[in-house]
């Protein structure tokens, strides 16, 4: 027999695969993608997380985690379970427990890790979305708590750490839609079924944790525009000592804009700017260097910018139209929901997210509506770099459904509307729900941080406030604030209704076929838009997350795939004649199938193009819905 010899390390190679093996898989059985076969506790999303100002010292702390569900009484857990995969949320197959939570639960996670902190620096703890409310501890110590389960936050926990190992605990509450919370929760129902999904609780995003100077640049502010002209502000952490901000401008490594000045406002301007859209998505590289009073570099980020302006103008005709750098542009679309079978609310990996955009752009897409969701922020430096304009929608929630108003979708507004339904909207109906101040306050919180955090992005060119009244509340009061707070976007008060005479945008919702009621009046200061329509169902077999539930689309669903190619053609028809009339955007519903809604153009495990990008281009073409 022949001898086979193994080195010590293969050894304890072939034991450490074991032992992962044995302590983390995929939960369930349910159809998952192709990036989710290839997801290891050790290769779990590696990129660095805020590609809008990055360092180069900075520690991953994805990957295995220990956690524990208790009830919420409970000062700490009496035992920790091994383990969960980081960072994906409790309840998805891809962090290996796929169970969910009771209103009466907590999760706790703990994790022990490596660092070998300098002198001269401080440490900051960084979670890019813990879903809803947390408190979070370094070596035993309270580093501080959180509430809003959607966009990224941080601690610093300089005096905290420690050289050598150092260990993280959380403990996390998330309500839901429970009663009486007014939690922000966008898609997500306990009862999930329909359009509502999956809850996803607990960390579900990055977390990782950089070095930074004593005094640093704790962010940045950019706007650049059509004419070259690029404002830069930065706000500083630390020390807090008097310090100057440099910012540098590159094309290709070409140094073409150089400006110094105070840290509330440096103005430097690119002669013959590139402009940025989606047609040419030029970005340019900067180097931004926060500067004592002699000149001594304290701090240096890099970033990067698009010069663009957003904006509308009246056509010969009198219809607003959508424009970007002075011209005229015809938003089209999906609706986006951003969820995947195997993650829910977290793409499995970051080349996921170029592929889906991939696809959208080869079928000629120039818009995605990210729908009642804030994405990591790499998908937003994706969507930058290749070529998206994003309608942004604020994440929607509320007290379990019992803050909605009636729906007053646009066309109710005729004369001679008269309900068809009981529960529909009536002229002495209220179109805003009345919210407790502490609720607004809230809501008002997670929006502000949603337009800091994407700020700088040149995709981002909508804020949408409220979707079809959902947890609509204080509308002018919002709307207005939104306009002052950022004139740089355009605002779309509310996708599909209730409307109000704030902003910039009406838009109606149709579903199958787009429409729109342009006899009424109220609507011509506005850009018209068809916020969402479509949703045209088919099922592809052995592709359905749970085919023991209703699954469905818009209008029924069709007996052939040809019957359902012609539907996705006629509703695009039906756009391109409306664009003509006056119409500046489309929605359509959606990019993938979610749970068991069946309307994408890609199934939920993206693994069937139900239409592939190619002929989905031409059906875009001859409609008349490219630019």
Request: aromatic fraction near 12%.
């Amino acid at each position: 027999m022949k001898k086979i010899k193994i080195s010590l390390t293969a050894i304890a190679l072939l034991i450490s695969m074991g032992l992962y093996a044995q302590d983390w898989q995929p939960a369930g059985d349910r159809i998952k993608t192709r990036w989710a076969e290839t997801v290891t506790p050790d290769n779990v999303w590696k990129e660095y997380p805020r590609p809008q100002m990055v360092r180069p010292e900075w520690k991953s702390l994805n990957g295995l985690w220990e956690y524990a569900v208790t009830l919420n009484n409970a000062v700490k857990p009496e035992a920790w379970e091994k383990n969960i995969l980081v960072p994906f949320a409790l309840e998805t197959p891809l962090s290996g427990v796929g169970r969910r939570i009771e209103s009466n639960e907590v999760i706790w996670y703990k994790k022990s890790f490596e660092l070998a902190p300098e002198a001269n620096e401080r440490q900051l703890l960084n979670f890019e979305g813990v879903d809803y409310k947390c408190m979070v501890w370094v070596n035993g110590e309270l580093a501080g708590s959180h509430i809003g389960g959607n966009l990224p936050f941080s601690f610093d926990v300089t005096d905290l750490v420690k050289p050598g190992e150092n260990e993280i605990k959380l403990r996390v509450i998330d309500g839901t839609d429970d009663f009486d919370l007014y939690q922000l929760r966008g898609k997500q129902k306990r009862d999930n079924g329909g359009i509502w999904y999956t809850p996803s609780s607990g960390i579900w995003a990055p977390v990782w944790i950089e070095s930074v100077p004593e005094t640093y640049i704790k962010s940045v502010k950019l706007l650049a525009d059509m004419y070259g002209e690029l404002k830069a502000e930065a706000t500083i952490g630390g020390l807090q000592q008097k310090a100057q901000l440099q910012v540098s401008v590159f094309d290709n490594d070409e140094l073409v804009a150089q400006k110094k000045g105070l840290c509330t406002d440096v103005l430097l301007s690119v002669k013959n700017a590139k402009l940025w859209s989606p047609s040419s998505p030029k970005l340019y590289d900067l180097k931004i260097e926060l500067l004592d009073e002699d000149g001594k570099v304290l701090d240096v980020v890099t970033s990067y910018a698009g010069f663009r302006t957003v904006g509308k103008a009246c056509d010969a005709e009198g219809n607003w139209r959508f424009t970007l750098n002075g011209k005229e542009i015809f938003h089209y679309g999906p609706l986006d929901q951003g969820w995947w079978p195997e993650s829910f609310l977290l793409p499995p990996s970051d080349e996921a997210i170029v592929w889906e955009m991939d696809f959208l752009k080869k079928a000629g897409f120039n818009m995605i509506r990210k729908h009642k969701k804030a994405e990591i922020r790499r998908y937003y430096y994706h969507a930058d770099r290749m070529g998206f304009v994003i309608w942004q929608d604020q994440t929607s929630g509320g007290s379990g459904g019992r803050e909605w108003p009636k729906w007053k979708r646009l066309h109710m507004e005729s004369e001679d509307y008269a309900p068809k339904r009981p529960d529909q909207w009536h002229r002495e109906d209220a179109l805003d729900a009345d919210w407790p101040d502490w609720a607004h306050e809230l809501y008002k919180n997670e929006l502000k941080t949603m337009i800091d955090v994407l700020y700088n992005h040149p995709s981002v060119v909508v804020w949408t406030t409220f979707n079809e009244r959902w947890g609509q509340h204080r509308s002018m009061e919002v709307g207005n604030w939104v306009k002052a707070y950022d004139p740089s976007r355009l605002l779309n008060i509310a996708s599909g209704g209730n409307f109000f005479e704030v902003g910039d945008i009406a838009d109606q919702h149709e579903y199958p076929h787009p429409n729109y009621p342009l006899d009424v009046d109220l609507y011509n200061d506005y850009i018209k838009a068809v916020g969402e329509f479509g949703g045209h169902g088919w099922a592809e077999k052995d592709h359905i997350w749970d085919t023991s539930k209703r699954n469905w689309g818009y209008g029924g669903m069709p007996k052939t795939k040809e019957e359902y190619i012609e539907r996705y053609t006629v509703s695009c028809r039906i756009l391109g004649e409306l664009r003509k009339k006056g119409i500046s955007g489309g929605v359509y519903t959606q990019t993938t199938d979610v749970e068991g809604e069946l309307n994408g153009l890609i199934t939920y495990d993206r693994a069937v193009m139900k239409i592939s990008p190619e002929e989905l281009y031409e059906i875009h073409k001859k409609a008349g819905l490219l630019d």
